[in-house]
């Protein structure tokens, strides 16, 4: 599974699918190093810890995924993001690819997606 090497940030503004996510990618063998409930916190969080991979929801207040993945983008164009999103937003999903974005789940989710698409984020 994961090899321990790679930091992440889980960004969603429900903190049970914060719980959910830190928990499948712990198991994996990820280390989750922060979280974020809105995309400007998303933004300035990764800024200062500067993870290795974000998984990033896309409906969110303050600032949506997209936005955040954009402003990430402008000063890290080498981030790697990971974008998770309901079911029936995948139009979105297209915005936030064009805008850097590397993968994408769509919920609900099994844990093995998580992983599958965080490995080959990490290796890309």
């Known amino acids: ?40 916190e998303a933004v300035n969080m990764y800024a200062e810890k500067r993870p290795d991979i974000v998984t990033m929801d896309i409906v969110m207040p303050k600032k949506n995924g997209i936005e955040a993945v954009k402003e990430i983008m402008s000063f890290d164009p080498n981030a ?7 079911l029936g937003q995948e139009a ?25 698409a965080v490995m080959k984020t990490a290796s890309s």
């Open 1 to 40: 599974m994961g090899n321990g090497q790679s930091t992440i940030m889980v960004v969603d503004d429900a903190r049970f699918m914060r719980l959910v996510l830190r928990r499948i990618l712990t198991q994996g063998g990820y280390q989750v190093i922060c979280e974020a409930k809105d995309g400007s």
């Open 80 to 86: 790697k993001i990971i974008m998770v999103t309901a």
């Open 92 to 116: 979105f999903v297209l915005d936030a690819i064009k805008a850097g974005a590397r993968e994408f789940i769509i919920k609900p989710f099994r844990n093995e997606e998580i992983i599958k």
